[in-house]
């Protein structure tokens, strides 16, 4: 059953194709709208013309520049309410304190069950 969710969109950063599209029809079979970028000039298109509500980034696109697009991405007040989850590796692990200050709102740590993503999304829509 598809339960609605008022036209949420999920933007998925990731460099693994099959993670990001599984996520995306994952969220898409709960109502969401998603979309899958592999690189951060693909996000930061999608971020730009489909305005999405949350992203679900792959800190691997990031880290190697010091979590430039995430600390710009929250520098501009125009995405201040868009939801930023990290999603890292186990090894190396990315410091939690540096996502924060990054500006990161919360941390998946992969590997991850994808239906743990939509408990997420949905306990964060259900507040907002």
Not at 3 to 21: M, N, Y
Request: charged share 25%; net charge positive; hydrophobic share 45%.
């Amino acid at each position: 059953m598809v339960l609605p969710t008022a036209s949420r969109r999920v933007l998925i950063g990731h460099r693994d194709t099959a993670i990001g599209e599984s996520l995306v029809l994952l969220l898409t079979l709960k109502g969401y709208e998603a979309i899958h970028a592999g690189d951060l000039t693909k996000v930061q298109c999608f971020l730009k013309w489909w305005r999405p509500h949350a992203i679900l980034l792959d800190t691997r696109l990031d880290a190697v520049l010091d979590y430039r697009f995430t600390r710009t991405l929250r520098s501009d007040l125009a995405n201040a309410d868009v939801l930023l989850l990290a999603m890292s590796n186990i090894w190396p692990r990315d410091p939690i304190g540096q996502l924060k200050d990054a500006g990161f709102d919360g941390h998946c740590r992969r590997p991850l069950s994808l239906w743990r993503v939509v408990d997420i999304l949905e306990a964060y829509f259900a507040n907002a």
